[in-house]
């Protein structure tokens, strides 16, 4: 098993023209890591999501899971590999946890067949890991931004994948609910030997927590752990430097003070 | 703790069975003259027929009409709910593509426009012959929609187009109606009220044939239109095609919704308010529970809106078209306000 990028452009493309957003990028994905895509806005993230979940066409090189590009592997098969949370609201807030977590499990269902002893096994193991007993019965639109996010991990993880795929889990979050996230997605890593890629704007907690960064800038990609990232300068290049800057001996990026010009 | 749900699953239904008889046997009682419960009963289970006038009705008029309005009800409904998934859009409903206005217009072509098409649909056709020409018009739109599915990835758009061709349609239906003579105005004005009486057995047979497949197509699908609610992201994360998906589902509400225009003219409504009422009641969006309440339901509305129109103990018929939804839109406005919330 291994999800690595080959010559790797992404980007949006019609039958007119196609406009590059990143790339090339030419990595192999940690196994069994948490790796966070950190950037600016605009900067590739959620593109680089979109296009290895297939919702976006490279514009060139390709995604390879077991060296095999991801377009010519089956959908069936795709979603047994790499599950995925989005950003993207539900059309139908009126599903039960449950019920959503439960989708997880589409992939492992034919038209006629019931969810199997199986199937429900996974369903419940996953609400459990995910700390949501006790709501299985309630409505997504009435549970808290936290419990949704948990709700959304629990049914990526019904999809019983090694990979998963995560965009901006922690966006609307407090501190409290994202350490509770960020050691969630560690548990996963440690336990149930997932890998697990995600993208955030929170550097300071990236840097802390994940194993490894992938750092998107305008022109440039950067790949390593946290601490060869600081060795590097990475971060100090990440933002224009009048505005933010980077103290690597707390880890912290400060802003400048407008006045002290 | 699936226990009591089962239970409760199982209410329902017998719940909806019940009134489902109940409206069946109330909607062939009613009409300009009435019969009594028992002497259906006793025309359909007796040992043998009377011979008399009430079971001639029965059999050749009553009967098929409820059977009739059991289908339509049932098709609108479950292909409004199709609609809805696919587009996302608690709006729509099974004649959003412009396959109603695509009928409409194939109907007003041959009522209005008879000179021109005339010639291409013989005489020994007779009753036929406006089923035939809204069944090409509703089946000519829905194949330019298909066509036009394969290409667009985005349903907004679709759906945006659906739009355009029905006033494409309406607008050209005008236009018929300006130059047509009163006479065949007013034929086509009763075709676009609805009419569930004038279908013969075999007429009803093609009808449930299509309607059938339809919503069997629907069930096979169950577990992919819930996945549909997530959203086209975790759709494709999950490993459903969307252009194979929006094109099974566009055939089947296009079979169902189209046969059902093109036997008993355009009725509206039901499709759209029969889910929201079945999603409103049950508190679900889970479609291995609308599909099958839709179907009943769908058949429940239509029957009653059908008996309502006979105007019990008078000659007169009002159009069933304003009568779904003169008696269903009060019911969709009173649950919304009591749940306070809309959501697909």
Redesign the interface.
Same mark, same amino acid.
């Given at each position: 098993m291994a999800l690595e990028f080959k010559d790797l452009i992404i980007g949006y493309k019609n039958s007119r023209k196609s406009q590059q957003i990143a790339g090339p990028f030419d990595l192999k994905i940690p196994e069994k890591k948490l790796t966070a895509v950190i950037g600016k806005n605009g900067a590739g993230k959620t593109t680089l999501i979109k296009t290895i979940g297939q919702q976006l066409k490279s514009l060139n090189g390709a995604v390879l899971l077991d060296s095999q590009s991801i377009e010519k592997i089956p959908n069936d098969q795709r979603a047994r590999l790499l599950s995925f949370v989005f950003t993207t609201t539900l059309s139908s807030e009126n599903m039960s946890v449950y019920e959503l977590v439960a989708l997880g499990r589409y992939p492992f269902l034919n038209w006629y067949s019931k969810p199997s002893k199986k199937d429900a096994e996974c369903i419940q193991e996953a609400i459990v890991f995910t700390a949501l007993e006790g709501l299985e019965n309630t409505k997504i639109h009435a549970l808290s931004d936290g419990q949704k996010q948990r709700a959304f991990i629990a049914r990526a993880l019904a999809q019983e994948t090694p990979y998963m795929i995560l965009d901006e889990p922690m966006s609307h979050l407090d501190h409290h609910h994202k350490a509770q996230l960020l050691s969630l997605m560690k548990k996963l890593v440690n336990e149930k030997d997932k890998t697990i890629v995600y993208t955030t704007h929170d550097i300071e907690k990236a840097i802390t927590n994940a194993d490894f960064i992938l750092a998107l800038t305008e022109d440039k990609s950067f790949f390593n752990t946290p601490d060869n990232l600081i060795k590097e300068g990475v971060f100090d290049i990440l933002f224009p430097q009048e505005q933010v800057y980077f103290n690597p001996a707390t880890s912290q990026f400060l802003y400048r003070d407008p006045k002290s010009k | 703790?699936t226990r009591p749900i089962n239970t409760k699953r199982k209410i329902r239904y017998l719940l909806l069975g019940v009134l489902f008889l109940m409206a069946f046997l109330i909607n062939i009682s009613f009409g300009s003259v009435e019969i009594s419960i028992k002497t259906i009963l006793e025309s359909v289970f007796g040992p043998t027929t009377h011979n008399n006038p009430l079971d001639y009705i029965i059999h050749h008029y009553r009967i098929p009409k409820a059977i009739t309005a059991v289908v339509v009800g049932a098709g609108l409904s479950i292909s409004g709910l199709l609609m809805q998934?696919l587009f996302?859009n608690p709006l729509a409903g099974p004649y959003v593509l412009g396959i109603s206005s695509g009928a409409s217009l194939g109907a007003a072509l041959y009522i209005m426009g008879a000179a021109a098409l005339g010639a291409f649909l013989p005489q020994w056709l007779g009753n036929w012959s406006t089923t035939i020409a809204a069944s090409i018009g509703s089946f000519s739109v829905l194949f330019i929609v298909a066509t036009v599915a394969t290409r667009i990835k985005n349903t907004m758009a679709l759906l945006i187009i659906g739009l355009m061709f029905g006033s494409l349609s309406s607008a050209l239906v005008s236009i018929l109606a300006f130059f047509s003579s009163k006479e065949s105005l007013q034929k086509f004005v009763f075709w676009t009220y609805g009419n569930l009486g004038n279908l013969s057995f075999t007429d009803i047979g093609i009808l449930g044939l299509f309607v059938s497949i339809g919503s069997l197509v629907s069930i096979? #699908? +169950?577990?992919?239109l819930?996945?549909?609610?997530?959203?086209?992201?975790?759709a494709?994360?999950?490993?459903?095609?969307l252009k194979k998906t929006s094109l099974t589902i566009l055939i089947a509400t296009g079979l169902i919704a189209g046969s059902i225009t093109a036997f008993v003219g355009p009725i509206a409504f039901l499709g759209l308010a029969v889910p929201h009422i079945c999603?409103l009641v049950w #508190? +679900?969006?889970?479609h291995k529970i609308l599909i099958p309440t839709s179907l009943l339901m769908g058949a429940i509305f239509m029957l009653i809106s059908d008996s309502i129109a006979q105007l019990p103990g008078s000659a007169n018929v009002l159009p069933i078209n304003a009568i779904t939804a003169l008696f269903g839109s009060p019911i969709v406005i009173w649950l919304l306000v009591r749940k306070k919330?809309i959501?697909?």
């Open positions: - | 703790m998934t996302k096979l #699908n +169950t577990n992919v819930n996945a549909m609610l997530l959203g086209n992201d975790y494709i994360s999950l490993g459903i095609s999603r #508190n +679900t969006s889970n919330q959501q697909l």
